[in-house]
């Protein structure tokens, strides 16, 4: 069965440092999705990507996140200077299409420990 | 800003009875609901929707109940097995002429089934 895949699994990283998180979404999937879960909280929305580009986003991200979709099977989250707050779980998702109901597919997430 | 709430964090029910997981929402323009499951270290992964166009949905052993005057909905598992054991997050989708699709989750109920 087609899974979305998230590497790595755990990144730990100095406060400043920059960080890039991969994700393999399902290979005929169109729609992207980074979510994240800081430790105790719900799950959040950050950003959604379709078409090489941006569809919608949270405020949460702001400009030290950006995203990318480097070649035709990797999708990236990059935070540009970490801090604290960013520690938390980072769960890729993707979807055939966004039609309402259409369910994403979730990776099984990359834990960041900011230090 | 709690759109949609899980009021309970844990539920705990003997194997082969009812599980009922409840979710409450105060967007009235959701118009699509789901339930994600989710196992320790694991990616959420869907199990049930329902549109709000409709109050019932069935999958199985899983039923989701929608009360849109109430703003209101369940999730019902019958029987209960200890496989169900996990965290189950009620997640809404707004209405899809202004959204790409990005869910919105709840805290999550922690279900424990006991053998």
């Known amino acids: 069965e087609p899974e979305v895949t998230q590497t790595p699994s755990h990144q730990v990283t100095q406060m400043g440092q920059e960080v890039i998180l991969r994700c393999v979404p399902i290979?005929?999937?169109?729609?992207f999705y980074w979510y994240r879960q800081i430790l105790g909280q719900k799950v959040e929305f950050l950003v959604s990507f379709y078409n090489n580009e941006i569809s919608e986003k949270s405020e949460i991200f702001d400009d030290q996140f950006s995203v990318e979709r480097p070649d035709g099977s990797n999708f990236t989250l990059k935070i540009r200077s970490t801090k604290l707050e960013d520690s938390a779980m980072y769960f890729c998702?993707?979807?055939?299409?966004?039609?309402?109901?259409?369910?994403?597919?979730f990776g099984p997430g990359t834990r960041l420990t900011v230090l | 800003d709690q759109q949609v709430k899980q009021n309970s964090p844990s539920l705990s029910v003997q194997e082969g009875r009812i599980s009922i997981l409840n979710c409450d929402y105060t967007n009235s323009m959701f118009d699509y609901f789901l339930w994600y499951k989710k196992y320790p270290a694991e990616g959420p992964t869907f199990l049930i929707s329902?549109?709000?166009?409709?109050d019932k949905n069935e999958d199985g052993r899983f039923t989701v109940f929608l009360n849109k005057s109430a703003k209101h909905l369940s999730l019902h598992i019958v029987p209960s097995q200890p496989g169900d054991s996990a965290v189950y997050f009620c997640?809404?989708?707004?209405?899809?002429?202004?959204?790409?699709?990005?869910?919105?989750f709840g805290k999550g109920t922690k279900l424990s089934v006991k053998p």
């Open positions: 997640a809404a989708i707004l209405n899809y002429g202004g959204s790409q699709g990005n869910l919105i």
């Open positions: 329902i549109s709000s166009i409709k």
């Open positions: 290979s005929n999937h169109l729609y």
């Open positions: 998702a993707s979807s055939e299409e966004t039609r309402v109901g259409n369910e994403q597919f």
